[in-house]
């Protein structure tokens, strides 16, 4: 695995495109909790999950019906930046967050804004989500 990912970043390298290997962090030092409070409203288990990259990402929680997703995101201020801790505490920037039906969460979700803007921090996330006839939907609650 080693060989290929090496082989890959010098194709990267040598195509132009920029590889960094800038270190983005670990763990929540100078991040201000983002807190994560989303209820199934709905009659079948829900997940919500955020994004890493284009090709990346990760279950945040799962609720089932008449349960909640409880967690956190972790907001960089001075950036913008949101960050999501995997398991081992690194820095994760998120770059998409949604909910959706458990197991169909891609096909049909419910993307969660996130208000990310250099000086400012991103709200707490206070929703009440379910299946609707037209999709799943997500309200503040």
């Not at 199934?40 to 890493?52: F, P, W």
Request: aromatic share 10%; glycine share 12%; hydrophobic share 40%.
């Amino acid at each position: 695995m080693k060989k290929i990912l090496f082989v890959f970043l010098m194709v990267l390298s040598g195509s132009g495109i920029a590889v960094s290997s800038e270190d983005l962090g670990h763990g929540s030092d100078g991040l201000t909790e983002v807190p994560l409070d989303i209820a199934n409203a709905g009659e079948e288990a829900m997940a919500c999950k955020v994004s890493l990259a284009h090709w990346f990402s990760e279950e945040v929680g799962r609720a089932a019906p008449g349960e909640q997703v409880f967690g956190a995101l972790w907001s960089d201020s001075d950036s913008g930046t949101v960050y999501y801790l995997n398991g081992s505490g690194d820095r994760m920037p998120v770059e998409r967050f949604w909910c959706g039906p458990a197991g169909r969460t891609w096909k049909n979700r419910f993307e969660i804004s996130l208000d990310r803007k250099a000086g400012k921090m991103v709200e707490p996330i206070q929703l009440k989500c379910s299946e609707t006839k037209t999709g799943f939907s997500c309200v503040a609650g």
